[in-house]
Structures are given as C-alpha cells and as structure tokens.
C-alpha cells in the first residue's frame, strides 16, 4: 500500500468513513505476516533508493517498483498521511502486529491507542541497515512512550527487539501465542468498545499529541530523509 495510490486512498477513506460512523466504538487493524516485516521493507527501499541513481538492485529486480525514482518519496508520504490519520482517530483504534515490524510501521502504529503482537513479533532497526532514518513518525512517538535516552538506545541498536521487551517499556500492551492471537486481539477489543463512545471520545482527546506537532515533526522527518538521500548521492559520485 504505500506505494499505490489507489490502494492508499481506499484505506484512508474507509479510515474516515469509519471514523463518522455513530455506530463504530473502535476498529482493530491486523497485519498479514510479514507485509510489514525487515525483510519486504528493505527489498523495497533498496530498490526505491537505486531508482533514483537510475537502476534497481539485480538481486530484487523483479520488484515491480524497481525503475520508478518516486517510490521512496511515495512511502515517506503515505506513511506521514496514514500516522496523521490514526492520531485523528476520535475512536479506538487498535493494531496487532503479525511477524517482524519495520520502524516507519511501528512508528505509526504507536498513533494508535492499543498495541499487541504475537510472542514472536519484533521490532527490527531496519534503518540502521539501510542507513536511513526511521520514518513513520517513531522519532516523535518513542521519546513520549519512554525516556529519551532508552529512544536513543532503542533506535541505535542493531539487535531486534522483542515483544517482551516491548510490552516492558509500554510500547506493547500485550502479546500472545500465534495459534490464538486474532482470537485474543479480537476478544480484548471488543471488551474495550463497550465503553461509552463520548467516554472513548473525551479521553482520546485529552491524552493525544497535539496533531500540529505530529505535522511538524513529519515535515522536518521527510527533510531528514532528503538530507540523507543527498548526501548518499553526493559520495556516491
């Protein structure tokens, strides 16, 4: 999705719809493993950063994204437009994490007001491998979750961090087997929108970032990324 237009403006605009509609309390967001994981997202901005030199990766060739120079500047958008989104959520809005879970993803999940993934999730330091900054907002998120030096800390090591680790520091609100994760997410959820909706309403807007910060931040995250890409392509040539 983030790099098709089409696919984003769907999501968006179901997102909304949601968000007006007087008979939804909450939405819970899952993943299909692995769509969010390292391994997708670096094949992705490998390729999308070889675009703009003039050619793909030969080993990730067959992506379908591998001539097109804008793909970067497309996900860095998308995902500024989808962590604006969720933060506006009025209702709850929760995201369980299926397999491995790239920094821009989890960066815009920490929008959301509920957490959870399975035993195995992890969160990777896929920017550190691409040499990239985070994206996805985590920059401005993680610090307010934890203290800015276990931010510093999280975002400087190069090992993946674990859902146990995670649900330590608040970051996730639980994990569980995968067997019965959908299951237990679904179940949690719905004990959660039983609250009263004004409730739900009331509480979120008094707790979240103030969404002209959130703006902000991004802004100066998308001029970090093309600092970054300039400075690549100028050691580079």
Do not use: W
Not at 9 to 14: D, N, Y
Not at 172 to 177: A, Q
Request: with cysteine; proline share 6%; glycine share 8%.
């Amino acid at each position: 999705m983030g790099a098709c237009l089409d696919e984003k403006a769907t999501f968006l605009t179901r997102l909304q719809a949601l968000n007006d509609d007087p008979e939804i309390r909450g939405l819970l967001l899952l993943n299909t493993p692995g769509v969010l994981g390292d391994e997708k997202y670096c094949q992705f901005i490998s390729n999308a950063i070889a675009a703009r030199s003039g050619g793909s990766e030969p080993e990730v060739h067959e992506a379908a994204y591998s001539d097109c120079p804008v793909q970067l500047e497309r996900l860095t958008n998308t995902l500024s437009q989808i962590t604006e989104e969720v933060l506006k959520f009025s209702k709850l809005l929760m995201v369980a994490f299926e397999g491995d879970v790239a920094p821009p993803f989890f960066g815009a999940a920490l929008a959301a007001d509920y957490r959870f993934g399975t035993d195995e999730m992890v969160f990777q330091p896929s920017h550190l491998k691409l040499g990239i900054p985070p994206g996805g907002g985590l920059g401005f998120f993680l610090p307010r979750f934890v203290s800015h030096a276990k931010a510093r800390d999280l975002l400087f090591s190069t090992e993946p961090t674990a859902a146990s680790e995670l649900k330590h520091l608040g970051l996730l609100d639980d994990h569980f087997p995968c067997n019965n994760f959908r299951e237990e997410c679904t179940r949690i959820a719905g004990e959660l929108v039983e609250m009263p909706l004004l409730s739900i309403m009331g509480v979120k807007a008094i707790i979240q970032p103030h969404q002209k910060d959130l703006n902000a931040f991004l802004n100066y995250e998308d001029k970090a990324m093309a600092g970054v890409m300039a400075r690549r392509k100028f050691h580079k040539g």
